[in-house]
Structures are given as structure tokens and as C-alpha cells.
């Protein structure tokens, strides 16, 4: 194992003390040492993290660093092949990818294609990559900067450390705010007041989760839900889909801000299509809760003015269960595009389970109760 205060002591002896990323579960000890210690940047989404690294070495000269999850490899796929990529600016940056869905090693549905080609999608890039697991040490680690990597960064290459379960030592910092509801909490009582023709869309991570295993307790069956278990960030866009090819069902999007901010346009399509089935909840922690806890930007900004200047019809907010008992009555009878913001904490059960059905059986239920079979 590694710990990443070696690993980021001897990075900043080489000036590389830039840090920039979404973060993930896999690399949450690296993540929270840099957010801790560290200039970082929690970025939208991992292409806007190449960006805003390409930006920083444009004006340093310095190398950074970039991490996140394997299903973020898409995200990087145009700003590494078009600008960091040799062929365009050569830009030099450091990549630190945590490998979910690694073969051999039991993972979730949504991470076993990414998985299987993410050392081949490295390749494609002309990544130059080292993968450190369990066994892996500082010493091996090093090695490869001094024999490997500074070679390739210097004439303007990129570099990756791709990173299996369990190769960071444990480091861990706190995370709270001030809210007292819980997101599952909160999804229990959204849910308790849908009719059951009423469909979801819901979030990428725990939110999904929580909501599964609620309508398994209520044994209401998953037919109602999609859960868009990876993809992060298009539930709300599949839930536009739905909603504009049928009018007459109410569409719920269960969202995450984390999820909202990583592909924001899709707020100003919804809003200029109009769909008036289209009801958005952001169930909102400010944080990444699903893979850590690290914070997202959505406490810097007013998410409530984003979305009517985007086109929504109507916007409401919740802080605690209270308020969004009393404010849900009026919300399911508005006019769409209709966004709820319910401010939650940071928190999840620990024996929060997975879905235990398959992504195939959870598309055909859905599609049999949208189609009305
Ligand atoms: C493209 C992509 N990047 C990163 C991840 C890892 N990931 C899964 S859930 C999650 C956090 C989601 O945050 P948010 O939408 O705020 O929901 P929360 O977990 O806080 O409820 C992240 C970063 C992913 N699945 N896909």
C-alpha cells in the first residue's frame, strides 16, 4: 500500500503541487489528503478538470495533476485527443485513475466494460500508465517517476497511475454541513407521495440505491424507477427524453448536485423545451456523499436563480422534513419544468445495499410500466 502523503510529498519536491478532479471512492484517501494539504480543484466533470490543468500549465509551466474515476475516461476522451495530446498543444498531466470494474475483481455492472478497456483506452491516448495495487510500494512507485514518467512528462506526454481497490493507506477527513434531513430520508417521504403511474429517473450513486431498496421494503416493485446507475450526470437528460415523448405520465428526476453540476446544459434544455410533466429534485448536500463526501460548488451558487433563468416554470426549496411535507402537495401539482431543492446532510447508512436486480431487468420493467403492459 501506499501512503499518499509520500506520494504528494515527493510529487511537490518535483513543483507538481497542482491538483485537480472529481473525486472517487477508490481514491478518496488521495483525494481528501489534497483537499486537505494541497491547491485543489473539485472540478464538474473530468474534462473540465483537463481544462482548467491545461490552463494552470500554460501559465506555470508546471505539471498537474488530475484524478478520477475510470467512468470519467470519457469525459477526458475529447480535451486529451484534441488538446493535451502532442499532436495539438502537449500539455503535460499527471493522471491519477481509480480502476473500478477491474477484471478479476467484483464490481458493479455500470464499471465492468470501462473496467475492461481502461488500459486500453490509456493506450489508444498514448497514456503511458503504471497500475499499483494492495502490494505496491512507495519505493516501486518512485521508480517508475524516475526511469518512466518525468521523461514523458518533460517532452510534453501525459502519464497515469491507475490505481486498484486498497493501494492507498486510509486517510480520511471529516465532512459535514448544517442540514438535519437525510437524502434517504428525504427520498422515502418524495416517494411516499407519487401515484404509482408516476415514473423516476434517479442519480447516479446512493440515491439510486436508497430508492431501491425503499420500494423493496414497500414491496412496490422497481418498474416505476430507472435507475441510471452510471452515466453520472444525464439522469435529468434521460428524464427529459421520457418526458417529452409522453405527455401525460409526470416524470420525476431524482438528482444529485454533484450529478446537476457535471453536465449543467442539460437544466437549459429542459427549461426551453418545457416539458410540463418535468419534475427535478436535487437532493442536495453540496458534496460528493456517494464517493466520499468532498464538497461540490453548488453551496457557492443560487441554483434556485440558475434554473428559472433556464426556463423553469416553477422553483421551490426544502430544508428539513417539515417543510417538504408541506411544500410537496403544491409541487406535484405544478406546472412543469417544476424544480424542488431539498438541502440534506452527508450522510448514508453503512449497510445501504445494491440493487439486486440487473440494469436489463430494471430497462424492461420500467418499459413495461411506461408502455402501460
Ligand atoms: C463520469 C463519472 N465521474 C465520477 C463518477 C463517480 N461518482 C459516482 S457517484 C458520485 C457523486 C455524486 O454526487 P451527487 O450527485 O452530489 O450525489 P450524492 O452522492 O452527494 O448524493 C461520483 C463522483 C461517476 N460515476 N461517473
Known amino acids: 500500500m501506499i501512503d499518499v502523503n509520500e506520494l504528494v510529498e515527493y510529487l511537490k519536491e518535483k513543483q507538481i503541487d497542482f491538483f485537480c478532479g472529481v473525486p472517487d471512492s477508490q481514491l478518496s484517501s ?35 495533476v488530475v484524478y478520477l474515476q475510470n467512468s470519467g475516461l470519457g ?39 470501462q473496467g475492461a478497456i481502461t488500459l486500453d483506452l490509456l493506450e489508444l491516448m498514448d497514456i503511458e500508465y503504471v497500475v499499483i495495487n494492495k502490494e505496491s510500494t512507495f519505493d516501486e ?61 434517479s442519480t447516479t450513486g446512493k440515491s439510486s440505491r436508497e430508492l431501491f431498496e425503499y420500494r423493496e421494503a414497500n414491496n412496490q416493485g422497481h418498474g ?26 409526470r416524470i420525476f428526476c431524482f438528482d444529485g448536485d454533484g450529478a446537476i453540476l457535471m453536465h449543467m446544459g442539460s437544466l437549459a434544455l429542459i427549461g426551453s423545451k418545457k416539458p410540463k410533466n418535468f419534475f427535478h429534485i436535487m437532493f442536495n448536500n453540496s458534496a460528493h456523499e456517494s464517493v466520499g463526501g468532498l464538497p461540490t460548488v453548488m453551496s457557492d451558487m443560487n441554483i434556485t436563480d ?16 417539515d417543510e417538504l411535507n408541506q411544500i410537496l402537495p403544491t409541487f406535484i401539482q405544478s406546472t412543469g419544468p417544476v424544480f424542488l431543492n ?18 436489463i431487468e430494471n430497462k424492461n420493467d420500467f418499459m413495461k410500466k411506461i408502455q402501460g403492459e
Open 224 to 249: 416505476n424507477d430507472f435507475l441510471t446507475v452510471g452515466s453520472m450526470g444525464h439522469s435529468s437528460s434521460i428524464a427529459l427524453g421520457i418526458a417529452l415523448s409522453n405527455p401525460n405520465k
Open 306 to 321: 440558475v434554473v428559472k433563468s433556464c426556463g423553469y416554470e416553477n422553483v421551490f426549496t426544502a430544508s428539513n422534513s
Open 141 to 201: 512507485l518512485k521508480d517508475a517517476f524516475e526511469n518512466q514518467f518525468m521523461n514523458k512528462l518533460n517532452s510534453g506526454n501525459s502519464v497515469a497511475i491507475v490505481v486498484s481497490k486498497g493501494a492507498f493507506e486510509d486517510y480520511n477527513i471529516p465532512k459535514s454541513n448544517d442540514n438535519k434531513l437525510t437524502r434517504e430520508n428525504a427520498i422515502q417521504i418524495v416517494t411516499d407521495f407519487l401515484d404509482n403511474d408516476d415514473m423516476v429517473v
Open 342 to 359: 431539498i438541502d440534506v446532510d452527508i450522510s448514508s447508512r453503512k449497510d445501504l445495499g445494491r440493487p439486486t436486480t440487473t440494469p
Open 75 to 113: 469525459n477526458i476522451v475529447n480535451p486529451v485527443t484534441s488538446l493535451t495530446h502532442p499532436l495539438v498543444y502537449s500539455i503535460p498531466i499527471i493522471y491519477v485513475i481509480g480502476w473500478r470494474g477491474q477484471p478479476g475483481i467484483h464490481d458493479e455492472p455500470q464499471h465492468k466494460k
Open 30 to 64: 488521495f483525494c481528501d489528503f489534497v483537499e486537505e494539504n494541497c491547491e485543489n480543484i473539485i472540478a464538474a466533470n473530468e474534462g473540465n478538470a483537463v481544462g482548467i490543468a491545461s490552463g494552470y500549465h500554460l501559465t506555470t509551466n508546471n505539471i498537474p
